[in-house]
């Protein structure tokens, strides 16, 4: 999974909009501040321009990192996934043996991981941890907090 960015349509999409946005109005935005801070006279010592140069330098790295990602990516077809197993794109429902509570999440990958929307990397601990798992399949996963036991309740996509 190294090599691929696993995304759903709907995150390719969204990914390819931000990476528009940014080349459109946010190269814009940094040319005319750099533009603004240019008019203001000695550039050695014109800590707005130098800001400015810092943030063209920060956005020109993430359209970079945002194409390759794009490049390498992989849309998943959710229709022809199988359920009998954690998958990429999979929504499992685990329960935490210690405290007996139940969540569901959906295994999604790093580039559309948002821990609000229950969206969890598949390259997180616990992403790692649950792939290739089936339904009734006790997993020991090793958090930054403390090994956590968990029972696969249930797979759907």
């Known amino acids: 999974m190294a090599n691929y960015t696993y995304l759903t349509q709907e995150g390719f999409d969204r990914l390819t909009a931000e990476l528009e946005e940014m080349k459109s109005n946010g190269r814009r935005e940094i040319s005319q501040a750099i533009a ?22 920060m956005l020109e790295m993430k359209i970079n990192k945002l194409e390759r990602s794009l490049a390498n990516a992989r849309v998943i077809d959710e229709s022809q996934l199988d359920d009998s197993k954690v998958v990429v794109l999979s929504n499992v429902t685990i329960k935490n043996l210690k405290s007996q509570k139940e969540v569901t999440y959906k295994l999604v ?32 996963i090793q958090t930054p907090a403390a090994i956590m036991e968990f029972e696969i309740i249930n797979i759907s996509l």
């Open 36 to 57: 603004e801070a240019r008019e203001k006279g000695d550039l050695s010592e014109n800590a707005e321009y130098h800001a400015a140069k810092d943030a063209q330098g």
């Open 109 to 140: 990958s790093a580039a559309e991981a948002n821990l609000k929307e229950k969206k969890i990397s598949v390259t997180s601990p616990i992403g790692e941890g649950l792939l290739g798992k089936e339904v009734g399949d006790t997993v020991q």
